[in-house]
């Protein structure tokens, strides 16, 4: 019998190849966004990537806060998008919005939902990994946000080379 593997540490390479496959799964659909969004600060590098990969070059961050502190350990709260004034001139416009992974789903609910506010045309989400297990620490709220484009579903904590 095997042991569930609780975490999973993503290399360099799997990063790129699951980035790649999200652009081929944006190009074959013919979705050209005018703007990349990425979450900060995970969502920055795969955003980034494919902004190359799709030859965007309108990139915006955004912001969005889950703990009450920034201090280590600190409680979890619901998502707070800060900084909503980094979203302005969205207005028409066909938006990518990405991260590098979701699990609850609150994160990009929040981050869907505070650029709908902006009234852009079409805002498409694009995530690397969707890590369905559970913590208990996590704020079990699913906001079910939809993602248009997702390289792959796993059932561990995902971790990143840049958190190494």
């Known amino acids: 019998m095997h042991e569930k593997q609780l975490l999973r540490v993503f290399t360099w390479f799997e990063i790129d190849t699951l980035t790649r496959k999200v652009a081929a799964k944006i190009k074959e659909e013919g979705f050209k966004p005018d703007v990349i969004i990425g979450i900060q600060r995970g969502g920055f590098i795969p955003s980034v990537h494919l902004s190359h990969l799709l030859n965007v070059r309108t990139f915006k961050p955004l912001h969005v806060r889950t703990t009450e502190t920034d201090q280590a350990y600190s409680k979890r709260c619901q998502p707070i998008v800060e900084y909503n004034n980094l979203l302005e001139n969205l207005a028409g416009k066909h938006i990518l919005l990405v991260d590098e992974v979701t699990n609850t789903g609150q994160v990009l609910a929040a981050s869907q939902n505070a650029i709908l506010e902006k009234s852009p045309l079409v805002l498409k989400t694009a995530v690397l990994i969707k890590s369905t297990w559970k913590e208990g620490n996590l704020i079990?709220?699913?906001?079910?946000?939809?993602?248009?484009?997702?390289?792959?579903?796993?059932?561990?904590?995902?971790?990143?080379?840049w958190e190494q």
């Open 140 to 161: 079990q709220t699913f906001d079910n946000p939809i993602i248009d484009y997702l390289g792959e579903i796993i059932d561990c904590w995902a971790t990143f080379p």
